[in-house]
């Protein structure tokens, strides 16, 4: 069993910044392949951005160059480090940690203003 706590989310304008953290804690977190979804209003969730427990990253096209997925091992946390934030990255971000089977955080809301 993996426990994942999200923080970090809140309202922001258009062209700001935000990073988000996740704190996991009850397995061994640096084998897990740790990645971030997001649900915007009436949407399915998305994967946004993921790395691997060797450091390999993978970012949708709609965050690329502008998110930045990162992960320290010795403190069991993952991060997405977001700028350049726009009206529509507004959604709900959830924490996913995934070795044959997923686990998920409670996730934290993201709002971004024009």
């Known amino acids: 069993q993996v426990q994942l706590v999200e923080s970090g989310g809140g309202l922001v304008q258009a062209g700001g910044t935000l990073r988000l953290s996740c704190a996991a804690s009850?397995?061994?977190?640096?084998?897990?392949?740790m990645g971030w979804y997001r649900q915007g209003p009436g949407k399915q969730r998305e994967l946004v951005a993921d790395?691997?427990?060797?450091?390999?990253?993978y970012y949708a096209d709609s965050v690329k160059g502008r998110f930045t997925i990162s992960r320290d091992n010795a403190r069991n946390t993952v991060y997405l480090q977001m700028s350049r934030l726009q009206p529509e990255d507004t959604a709900v971000y959830y924490c996913?940690?995934?070795?044959?089977?997923?686990?998920w955080g409670q996730g934290t809301q993201v709002t971004v203003f024009s």
């Open positions: 996913n940690a995934r070795l044959i089977v997923n686990f």
């Open positions: 790395i691997s427990s060797g450091g390999s990253t």
């Open positions: 009850g397995s061994d977190f640096s084998v897990f392949v």
